[in-house]
């Protein structure tokens, strides 16, 4: 009998074991409290436009001049849907620093989430702001309205840049582009239009 209450008594642990387990306990009920109140708070937007207004489309595209609204044929289309929505937006003068997730431009940011793609970007927009253009439209405009946007997307839109490639010379004059200003730039004007022939040469 005296041989076990000894066993017993050296298998208890002592207060300073206890004290031990006690304050590793404490420290990670703790952990677990800071790592909750971290996750239960909001996620800060990784967007460029960090100090967004709510429902203001933020649009990066390609840098206006003087004789057209935009360089590009799908930033043109997603501002002209804008337009016509009479959706409240902002052309951010980005110096053509960004581009998309998906390395494209045009994208927005709306309420602090980034939408790529033009198809995509009018059909997230017409959800979120409830707009229908084509709502009026007959079956048989429909399908007008299918095929010219197919055509525009699919060929006219390729003949343009085939052209710009082939012929940058001509595009930079027509276009009258600053490419100093666009790219915010501090290499001499006639430098950057080389370069920029040529980027546009070794493209085609």
């Known amino acids: 009998m005296s041989v076990a209450t000894e066993s017993n008594q050296n298998m208890a642990p002592s207060e300073s074991e206890v004290q031990e387990v006690k304050s590793e306990t404490e420290k990670v009920e703790e952990n677990e409290k800071a790592t909750s109140e971290k996750s239960s708070q909001p996620k800060k937007p990784t967007v460029h436009f960090p100090d967004y207004k709510k429902d203001v489309v933020y649009v990066y595209q390609f840098n206006r001049c003087p004789t057209l609204p935009s360089l590009s044929p799908f930033c ?34 709306l309420n602090g989430v980034e939408i790529a793609d033009s198809e995509i970007i009018l059909s997230e927009l017409s959800k979120y702001f409830n707009k229908n253009l084509d709502e009026e439209l007959s079956s048989e405009q429909l399908n007008v309205s299918h095929a010219f946007r197919s055509m525009l997307d699919n060929s006219t839109s390729w003949m343009v840049r085939y052209w710009r490639y082939k012929n940058p010379s001509d595009f930079i004059r027509l276009s009258q582009l600053d490419i100093k200003k666009t790219i915010n730039s501090k290499l001499p004007k006639v430098v950057l239009n080389y370069l920029f022939k040529f980027g546009l040469k070794s493209v085609s």
């Open 76 to 109: 043109l289309k997603v501002e002209t849907f804008l337009r016509m929505s009479e959706i409240t937006y902002e052309n951010v003068d980005h110096k053509m620093k960004y581009k998309s997730k998906k390395n494209q431009l045009p994208f927005v940011e």
